[in-house]
């Protein structure tokens, strides 16, 4: 069955187009009793406004949308739950994409977004350098704020952690405890944070000095499955050159390597200390708590649509800001052998 039409209203109440769209929009200026029939009128006929629609002629949609690299990732799951937080109270709605690391499917979500006039767009993009799809959308006057990533761009917000500064946290704890035989697993390196994470770990070796070598176990993906296998490689290798850490580019990829070591029967941190990276809500639940560098995720979202929001209300008056955050070494036993 169709859905009842405005003008089938206006004839079931008798009365003009423009009453019903007054009863709709500015029912102060229609009389009591005009308006409780063109009421009564929706009421019988089922009438629902087709509010996309008339966003979408005012210019002013009430669609946010947010684009992350991995929907399965716990820690897109906090910065989702910050955004929508922040996005609901503004009377809006966030919808979720996720491009699943992939720059071809990201550049889908961004063309439909585009077609769809939304109010803006929370995104933390796939590649970096520059990105075509995101400069027409600022030219169609949809705001983009980049979240966990820097956007080192005037014309565009964005909300980051200090990730180089994270790569160092970590790898000086792992110096600390003696390690001179190292790890770093993570992939793809086309992603920032991945690079700069590494960036970091590079910069810390450097400083101290140590005589210390860092791996690189590079992944595909930044998964569970992908740590496993990232695991296997590392402990297929003789054991004079197995590392006796590793730093890994966030907590799946950590949890993974601790599974695969693990169900080989080795021991963590005796036989191989790991810190992950993001510090989601399974790092300290895992069988053995995983050390982490903490972002805090729900403020990332949270920032990030207010960022936005700002943006969409104030125009060409607002001004462009690049929040980082600073990231926190948490230590558990997945690094530190316990004290007696």
Same mark, same amino acid.
């Given at each position: ?103 071809? *499917? ?90 700069? *994470? ?95 560098? *903490? ?46």
């Amino acid at each position: 069955m169709a859905a009842a039409s405005i003008k089938e209203v206006a004839r079931h109440a008798g009365v003009s187009l423009g009453t019903v769209s007054n009863v709709l929009n500015r029912p102060n200026s229609v009389t009591p009793a005009t308006r409780q029939r063109v009421l009564d009128a929706i009421a019988e006929l089922g009438y629902v406004r087709n509010d996309s629609a008339r966003q979408l002629r005012a210019g002013q949609s009430r669609t946010v949308a947010i684009v992350v690299l991995d929907v399965a990732n716990p820690f897109f799951t906090d910065v989702v739950r910050g955004a929508e937080q922040v996005v609901e109270e503004a009377g809006a709605m966030l919808v979720v994409c996720n491009s699943g690391e992939d720059s071809a *499917r990201e550049r889908r979500h961004l063309e439909l977004l585009e077609e769809q006039r939304v109010r803006g767009v929370l995104i933390t993009p796939v590649g970096h350098g520059r990105q075509p799809n995101l400069e027409r959308l600022h030219q169609r006057g949809i705001p983009v704020v980049l979240v966990d990533r820097g956007s080192g761009r005037a014309s565009r917000c964005s909300v980051s952690v200090d990730d180089v500064m994270g790569g160092r946290l970590a790898m000086e704890h792992l110096l600390d405890r003696g390690h001179r035989h190292l790890a770093y697993v993570g992939g793809p390196f086309a992603i920032q944070q991945v690079a700069d *994470r590494h960036a970091g770990a590079e910069s810390a070796l450097a400083e101290r000095g140590s005589g210390a070598a860092l791996r690189v176990a590079s992944t595909t993906s930044l998964t569970v499955a992908a740590g496993r296998r990232a695991a296997e490689e590392l402990l297929s290798l003789p054991v004079r050159q197995r590392p006796s850490a590793v730093f890994c580019a966030n907590d799946l990829i950590a949890l993974g390597v601790l599974q695969e070591v693990t169900a080989r029967g080795l021991q963590v941190p005796d036989d191989l200390a790991i810190v992950g990276y993001d510090d989601i809500e399974f790092a300290g639940a895992a069988a053995v708590p995983l050390s982490s560098v *903490r972002q805090p995720r729900e403020q990332l979202g949270r920032t990030a649509a207010q960022l936005l929001l700002e943006e969409a209300e104030g125009g060409e008056a607002h001004r462009h800001r690049h929040v980082v955050f600073q990231p926190e070494l948490v230590v558990r036993r997945s690094s530190e052998r316990p004290r007696h």
